[in-house]
């Protein structure tokens, strides 16, 4: 069984890292919140791709200020960097989200 004195000095403290999941989500929400938006709004080509990249900031550095109190590399492996990757998998739902609700909402019958 490990001492509190070997949980400090390991470098990556496994109940933070399993907590860190909570930041892919919040992520993945924002993703999808903004490809709703840009397909209800009829963005097309690179205004909804301005959009998604606003949402990635904005969320980046809400949870920069409120959460992680000015120090990304405090709580995150990454430092800031990992906290600013929208990661490939949030593009991909942007993109899935967007066209589902440009298609519903813009199509002509």
Not at 26 to 42: E, M
Not at 43 to 71: H, P
Not at 75 to 87: A, C, M
Not at 99 to 106: A, C, K, R
Request: proline share 5%; hydrophobic share 50%.
């Amino acid at each position: 069984m490990a001492t509190p004195a070997d949980t400090s000095a390991q470098l990556v403290f496994a109940p933070n890292v399993l907590h860190n999941q909570a930041l892919n989500s919040v992520k993945f929400l924002s993703s999808c919140f903004a490809g709703a938006v840009a397909g209800i709004l009829g963005l097309e080509n690179w205004l909804g791709f301005a959009l998604f990249i606003a949402s990635i900031i904005s969320t980046s550095f809400i949870i920069y200020a409120v959460n992680c109190r000015g120090k990304p590399a405090r709580y995150l492996p990454g430092g800031l960097g990992e906290l600013i990757n929208p990661g490939q998998d949030n593009i991909f739902t942007f993109i899935l989200v967007w066209t589902l609700f440009y298609g519903t909402h813009h199509t002509r019958v």
